[in-house]
């Protein structure tokens, strides 16, 4: 069954506690991304890697951490340092990195999953 | 800065009734824009983008350069497309708009 895997799906945490937040996928796809979704304020951008080995920051990144050393997985780290960690994660890749031109990209996300600190 | 702005976060017509959901997008080079839909209970999905220029469940884009605009039509609402609609930039990255939830009464 090909697709994007995230686990857990849903996860509570403690305050001052690291978490990480597993995504693979077996789609061979090069870029893969993380958003954070709250209620109203649509889908944010976290982290993206567009290849192994090599990540960028989005809009949100403070707080966060990733690595990318593997193709099919993009595990992200919600750290102490995020002032508000509650809320929907979402993970996602595409086949080639957003911005090839008029590659025709599209993004397949995940299920999600739900972080809540207690 | 690329930016996806979709200035109506809740829109309820009636079956039948003509749908446009809008977007905006600030971005300097050419845009690749997406519409991406969420169902209740399903995961976030593509609907259509503007290169294919496709009729996807009935719903069209058309992209407006000028008026740096990709709205979404539908000329007759069905109760199934009450769902989440995101509207998205393709640049460096992938941005998305705030999202519109759109209902369709009976």
């Known amino acids: 069954d090909g697709g994007i895997t995230q686990s857990p799906k849903y996860l509570f945490r403690k305050e001052g506690q690291n978490v990480t937040l597993s995504c693979e996928q077996n789609?061979?796809?090069?870029?893969m991304y993380w958003y954070r979704q709250d209620p109203g304020q649509g889908l944010r951008l976290i982290y993206y890697?567009?290849?192994?080995?090599?990540?960028q920051k989005g809009d949100i990144a403070e707080g966060y951490s990733v690595s990318r050393e593997k193709k099919e997985s993009f595990p992200l780290t919600v750290t102490s340092a995020q002032k508000n960690p509650t809320a929907f994660y979402l993970c996602?890749?595409?086949?080639?990195?957003?911005?090839?031109?008029?590659?025709?990209?599209?993004?397949?996300f995940g299920e999600g999953s739900w972080l809540t600190v207690v | 800065a690329q930016r996806v702005t979709q200035p109506e976060k809740l829109l309820s017509v009636f079956k039948g009734a003509p749908v446009e959901l809008k977007c905006n997008y600030s971005?300097?080079?050419?845009?690749?824009l997406f519409w991406y839909v969420q169902y209740s209970r399903q995961r976030l999905q593509l609907l259509l983008r503007?290169?294919s220029r496709e009729s996807i469940k009935g719903f069209t884009a058309d992209l407006n350069k000028g008026e740096t605009s990709f709205h979404l039509k539908k000329p007759f609402a069905q109760e199934e497309d009450s769902a989440m609609y995101y509207c998205?930039?393709?640049?460096?990255?992938?941005?998305f708009g705030a999202g519109t939830r759109l209902t369709v009464k009976p």
């Open positions: 996602a890749s595409s086949i080639k990195p957003a911005g090839f031109p008029f590659s025709g990209n599209t993004i397949y």
């Open positions: 789609l061979n796809h090069d870029a």
């Open positions: 890697s567009q290849i192994v080995n090599d990540f």
């Open positions: 971005y300097s080079g050419s845009p690749e």
């Open positions: 503007h290169i």
């Open positions: 998205a930039l393709s640049s460096n990255d992938m941005r």
